[in-house]
T-cell receptor, first 117, second 114 residues
Framework: DAGVIQSPRHEVTEMGQEVTLRCKPI?????LFWYRQTMMRGLELLIY????????DSGMPEDRFSAKMPNASFSTLKIQPSEPRDSAVYFC???????????????FGQGTRLTVV | GEDVEQSLFLSVREGDSSVINCTYTDSSSTYLYWYKQEPGAGLQLLTYIFSNMDMKQDQRLTVLLNKKDKHLSLRIADTQTGDSAIYFCAESRRYGGATNKLIFGTGTLLAVQP
């Protein structure tokens, strides 16, 4: 397996535009996580899915953010409209188990660096 | 990361030992993790320790856990230039039912000088 694949690797957009980030988890992993990484706030969990169903979206900053998982091999994170403060690196990760509290490893993609100008 | 604290930067010389420290908040965390992030890459699990252990050794890596003080450390022996990266500690925090969240620290940038 090629690992968790994210696209695009870099995205530069103007304020107010819609941005869509994409993720392909590792085949067979039932759990998918979206994280945001900034200098100020570090790594924040935005949302995670189990078997394509959103389980916890309490980390989604506001209604401008939405995430979907239409099937087991694809997820999107959408920001509409985008703002400069959304600039960050967005990571997708997948794992076999949800809890990550039993030593299960979460496998991370390489991230999408988003810059909103 | 919320409430998981690390020093921001550590510089060592090649061949020396590195010690990266972390304090966490949830005494009920069952597992604590160390992840490594190389430039331009995602996070990669290095090692983890179960909360009923005091120490875990894995080749050049030694993890020490002081549960009383909620202190976790990662020691890298014979540090190499390839170890230069950002190191994140993370605690698994239970939030409901059988589900845990991974809460990451702010990360420590390790710079290894040749």
């Amino acid at each position: 397996d090629a690992g968790v694949i994210q696209s695009p690797r870099h995205e530069v957009t103007e304020m107010g535009q819609e941005v869509t980030l994409r993720c392909k988890p590792i085949s067979g992993h039932d759990y998918l996580f979206w994280y945001r990484q900034t200098m100020m706030r570090g790594l924040e969990l935005l949302i995670y899915f189990n078997n394509n169903v959103p389980i916890d979206d309490s980390g989604m900053p506001e209604d401008r953010f939405s995430a979907k998982m239409p099937n087991a091999s694809f997820s999107t994170l959408k920001i509409q409209p985008s703002e400069p403060r959304d600039s960050a690196v967005y990571f997708c990760a997948s794992s076999l188990a949800p809890s990550l509290g039993d030593g299960t490893e979460a496998f991370f993609g390489q991230g999408t660096r988003l810059t909103v100008v | 990361g919320e409430d998981v604290e690390q020093s921001l930067f550590l510089s060592v010389r090649e061949g020396d030992s590195s010690v990266i420290n972390c304090t966490y908040t949830d005494s009920s965390s069952t597992y604590l993790y160390w992840y490594k992030q190389e430039p331009g890459a995602g996070l990669q699990l290095l090692t983890y320790i179960f909360s009923n252990m005091d120490m875990k050794q894995d080749q050049r890596l030694t993890v020490l856990l002081n549960k009383k003080d909620k202190h976790l450390s990662l020691r890298i022996a014979d540090t190499q230039t390839g170890d230069s990266a950002i190191y994140f500690c993370a605690e698994s925090r239970r939030y409901g039912g059988a589900t845990n969240k991974l809460i990451f620290g702010t990360g420590t940038l390790l710079a290894v000088q040749p």
